[in-house]
């Protein structure tokens, strides 16, 4: 490698090589590795105690996202002695003894670190690690909310209101929604104290269920994808120990650089009365524009 394409510092006392800073990896923006790690070094603040704790499965782009991205649930092994691993069971079968080392990403080096690495998104689970190799309980539900062609975006924001009246009449006071950062959007439900993760899964399922059944013409709970024309998925199986979904205020690995990006309950119905798909998205730039205006609307409170 040529001294040129690397540029050796120093993130909070940890050295760090960066590497090929100028390779343009969204190509239709013209949206390099330094972009990249430019704006995951200013989202920090709100982006890490989104990760802390949880196990981080990584989707990169090292060639550029018109040329193929692939997910990394194991830490790398030439990844440097002070990124933190949190060992995992592979999978939630009874009896698999199997265990990944996956990345945590504790602090803002890791973060350059990875994103050094093209790591473009951050995927984490429902629960933070407890015990080595084992799940925590849930301290989230999440719902997916996945719109079949030619529903989009506004149609999510109808069926994110229906299950926000819905969550209420069940008890569930705190409800956060967030974009996708492609064409759907996340309701996460806080849950504390954490709950067993089969009762998260069958609350989930129970509620998308329900609005199903009120809303046939809308929304469909079942992954069948004949089903999904014009409908919005609401996909509750993300609520397994296993699986992960995409963090908030991570790029998306996409032909523009988008954020999955935490929004408001008014803006959400905006866009629905409005029926504006624009309205809620955003790339990095906005982004940072809004946390400054907004602060962190996925904060605990």
Request: overall charge neutral; aromatic content about 6%.
């Amino acid at each position: 490698m040529s001294p040129a394409s690397q540029t050796v510092t120093q993130v909070e006392g940890r050295p760090l090589a960066l590497t090929n800073l100028g390779k343009i990896l969204y190509p239709a923006a013209n949206f390099t590795k330094a972009d990249v790690i430019s704006y995951y070094v200013k989202i920090a603040p709100l982006l890490l105690p989104h990760l802390a704790g949880r196990p981080v499965t990584f989707v990169r782009s090292p060639n550029g996202v018109d040329r193929g991205v692939f997910f990394e649930k194991r830490i790398p092994r030439a990844a440097p002695s002070w990124v933190q691993v949190i060992d995992v069971p592979r999978s939630s079968r009874s009896g698999d003894a199997e265990t990944i080392h996956a990345p945590a990403i504790a602090d803002l080096a890791s973060l350059v670190w990875a994103a050094n690495l093209a790591v473009l998104e951050l995927h984490v689970p429902l629960w933070r690690s407890q015990r080595p190799a084992e799940y925590g309980q849930f301290d989230q539900m999440v719902f997916d909310l996945d719109p079949g062609a030619p529903a989009g975006i506004v149609e999510c924001c109808e069926v994110l209101q229906l299950l926000v009246d819905l969550l209420t009449g069940r008890g569930h006071s705190i409800m956060r929604p967030k974009t996708s950062g492609r064409k759907g959007l996340h309701l996460y439900v806080p849950l504390s104290p954490p709950w067993p993760w089969e009762s998260v899964r069958k609350e989930a399922m129970a509620v998308a269920r329900d609005v199903e059944r009120d809303h046939p013409d809308l929304v469909v709970a079942t992954m069948r994808k004949d089903l999904r024309a014009g409908k919005v998925l609401i996909d509750w199986s993300q609520n397994a120990p296993a699986k992960t979904t995409v963090a908030a205020y991570s790029l998306r690995a996409l032909e523009l650089p988008s954020v999955s990006t935490p929004v408001t309950m008014d803006e959400v119905r905006a866009c629905a009365a409005e029926r504006n798909p624009l309205s809620l998205r955003f790339g990095p730039t906005a982004v940072l524009e809004r946390v400054e205006r907004l602060g962190d609307l996925f904060a605990a409170t």
